[in-house]
């Protein structure tokens, strides 16, 4: 078992025994419930909106090379730099060089996942430069010193009393509320230095407007526009797989991603960006440089499965539904985007080897796909890493001689009633010395947390031999 | 501030291109189109109506006035209802207008920066400008770089916004529409919709209003001339 695997299970089992969290994320996650399903009936027809949606990220994910060259385009004809990075070591050293070079020691960040995924943060901090989260889940978890628990809402895992407790340590020993309001007027306060003292602002993007040659964030804090307006430095970081073709996609898109995000009709901030300040406009940065970032996302692409999983658009929606997020908690995944896409996504970028062990926390029940807004098969997905994974050869070698011994009894009926024989034997002579649960013990995953499953005293063939031979036809 | 196009030293575009065009060759089976032609959102019948009632969801203030006189009335009140201290104004000939029209108490004394002179005042108390339309269908206003520039919709806790009823659109396709064939984006290098006041949930899914922005937003909706 891989030590991300060994390290999974521990927290899961430590985080579903934690009642506290569970509390927290159970009441976190029924007021996001609400929220969405008022949201969706705002929408008229939820599922056009989603086969839209779905076909606006295939138009673009399949012309890729296309729209982000009209993008690129654009861009650098109004003056701002579009970068190409293969990885996320390009990505952050074209971003600190340029920090270096143009004498940077304040950065504001507004919410971006792909700078997570390529750490970013500790590269610049490296160089020497302060970098502040401005997004207020995210400043949240950066005092904690920890990673983002949710794709959408950061700091979900935290209750009042806890955060109170957090700016308290780091910020202010006099705080004495736990009143959001207050709270949020202590961060607001604290960072309002932070935008007005940095030189360079870092915002990820939601969508890359082909033919407009604008990138598209949505905020709700207004912490995302103070980064791209105050500072005389925007640089933008983001995923390859962003692009839509036209600027009216967001029509549909806007309003789905803040149905799926946070239930609302649409985010307070719909903010498009298309370069630099132009001469005669009151502010905004001087420099616009947009960071494209690869990092194993054009692998995807030669996935005939799996091309789909480039369709997301990070609403976090898979996350909120998923029965084992909600017991595992974000932070057990170990990876930068957590939740069933994190699982379906994290194996391709990561390594199969290292990270099959996600595609097994799922039940399949398949409630991530059902509520995806691009309609991506999350849960098919999740069975064709597990498939990848055997075929890569990836599975414990104990595995692969069970399955050899039960694909063996399977084609031979005595066999397999052997064995099945064999094994209620055995286990009623376990249970009956008081081992199960133990090493000893088979069953042991299932039965250390629950009592035994009573034995039947018969195999089930030989329950319907006896059915068939006391109806007569009926039974057959 | 460049406008002209320019280099950016790129030594893996082409490899990231060649990745990129290498995967697609791979064929993917997709499903094909379901039905077309159904209706997405309910179509906007009456457009100001639905704006009220969606600027009441996503709580902002909008008050409806007859003619300029009204206009400045409302602008007067508002402004008298905050602290004291600078205000920052879209520099336009039907704000300066406006401005004075409402020079009373409230705004003679108070100093005004315009967009002419640069970047609102970190301190600002409040910031007035124009919308280039108002989308009713998600209760929006369509601010760009020429509505004052991008820190004019941002920085000071209430935004003022002075509108005219004929810049009412039904709806987000609409709008997205106009700055396309306007070709906004040749001439500003901002635009955003903003629809209600700053906001957060991060604690405890907890709303509370006035994040980093705005903690409220007035459009000022005018029906006369
Ligand atoms: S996979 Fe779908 S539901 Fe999950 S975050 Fe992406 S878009 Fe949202």
Redesign the pocket.
């Known amino acids: 078992m891989s030590t991300a695997a060994q390290r999974f299970l521990h927290d899961a089992a430590e985080k579903s025994a934690d009642l506290m969290h569970r509390e927290i994320i159970r009441r976190g996650m029924d007021s996001y419930d609400a929220a969405h399903l008022k949201g969706r009936a705002r929408i008229k027809d939820w599922e056009a909106a989603r086969q839209k949606c779905q076909e606006i990220k295939r138009e673009a994910v399949n012309h890729l090379d296309r729209y982000l060259l009209q993008f690129e385009e654009k861009v650098t004809a109004r003056g701002g730099h579009v970068f190409w990075a293969a990885n996320g070591e390009e990505a952050c050293a074209y971003v600190t060089n340029l920090a270096t070079r143009l004498g940077v020691r304040t950065v504001v960040k507004s919410k971006s996942m792909v700078t997570e995924e390529i750490h970013l943060t500790p590269a610049l901090e490296k160089a020497g430069i302060k970098v502040w989260e401005t997004d207020l889940g995210e400043f949240i978890v950066q005092l904690r010193e920890e990673p983002p628990y949710h ?1 959408v809402t950061p700091a979900m895992h935290l209750n009042r009393g806890q955060i109170a407790k957090l700016f308290r340590e780091k910020l202010d020993p006099a705080i004495t509320t736990d009143d959001p309001v207050e709270l949020m007027a202590v961060a607001r306060r604290k960072l309002r230095e932070a935008f007005f003292a940095a030189e360079m602002g870092i915002s990820g993007a939601n969508f890359l407007v082909a033919d407009a040659g604008v990138i598209a964030i949505s905020t709700n804090e207004g912490n995302g526009r103070l980064c791209t307006s105050v500072p005389r430095i925007h640089v933008v970081v983001t995923g390859i797989e962003k692009v839509i073709p036209r600027l009216e996609d967001l029509a549909v898109l806007w309003p789905v991603l803040a149905t ?1 995000g946070t239930g609302q009709g649409i985010t307070t901030y719909g903010t498009l960006i298309g370069g630099p300040r132009r001469r005669g406009e009151a502010d905004g940065p001087e420099e616009f440089h947009v960071v494209l970032v690869d990092n194993g996302r054009s692998q995807l692409l030669a996935d005939a499965e799996q091309r789909e999983v480039l369709h ?8 909120n539904i998923c029965p084992v997020f909600r017991h595992v908690g974000g932070h057990t995944y170990g990876t930068t985007y957590p939740g ?2 994190g699982s379906v996504l994290t194996p391709h970028l990561n390594g199969i080897k290292e990270f099959q062990h996600l595609s097994y926390a799922s039940s399949l029940c398949g409630a ?1 796909t059902s ?4 309609k ?1 098969d ?1 849960h098919h997905h999740l069975l064709q890493n597990r498939r990848n994974a055997v075929s890569a050869g990836a599975n414990k070698p104990s595995e692969r001689w069970m399955f050899r011994a039960w694909r063996y009894a399977m084609l031979r009926p005595q066999s397999y009633e052997l064995g099945g024989w064999a094994m209620r034997k055995a286990l009623r002579l376990i249970y009956r010395l008081g081992l199960a649960g133990s090493a000893f013990d088979p069953m042991q995953v299932w039965n250390c947390y629950r009592a035994p499953v009573p034995l039947p005293v018969e195999s089930f063939r030989a329950q319907w031999r006896k059915s068939v031979r006391s109806n007569g036809d009926s039974a057959t | 501030m460049p406008t002209e196009k320019v280099q950016t030293d790129n030594p893996s575009r082409e490899r990231v291109l060649g990745r990129i065009r290498a995967g697609l060759r791979t064929a993917v089976v997709e499903p094909t189109a379901l039905d077309r032609g159904r209706v997405i959102f309910e179509p906007v019948s009456d457009p100001l109506e639905r704006f009220q009632r969606e600027c009441v969801a996503n709580l902002m203030e909008c008050a409806l006035t007859v003619d300029c006189a009204a206009s400045a009335r409302e602008l007067a009140q508002v402004l008298q209802s905050l602290p004291a201290g600078e205000i920052f104004v879209q520099d336009d000939p039907s704000l300066r207008r406006l401005i004075e029209m409402a020079a009373s108490a409230a705004v003679s004394g108070r100093p005004i920066r315009w967009s002419s002179q640069g970047a609102p005042a970190e301190a600002s108390q409040a910031t007035l400008t124009l919308a280039e339309v108002l989308i009713a269908q998600t209760g929006s206003v369509l601010v760009t770089a020429a509505c004052g520039g991008r820190g004019a919709s941002v920085v000071a806790p209430c935004h003022i916004i002075y509108a005219h009823v004929a810049q009412l659109v039904p709806n987000l396709a609409t709008a997205l529409g106009r700055i396309s064939q306007q070709r906004i984006f040749d001439h500003n290098s901002f635009a955003c919709v903003i629809s209600g006041s700053s906001r957060t949930a991060d604690i405890e899914k907890i709303l509370v209003q006035g994040a980093h922005g705005p903690r409220r937003l007035v459009v000022i909706l005018q029906s006369g001339s």
């Not at chain 1, 997301?312 to 996350?319: D, E, N, V, Y």
Request: with cysteine.
């Open positions: 794709i799926s997301c658009i990070r609403c976090g929606a898979c996350l069933p896409i991530c509520v995806c807004p691009v991506i999350l």
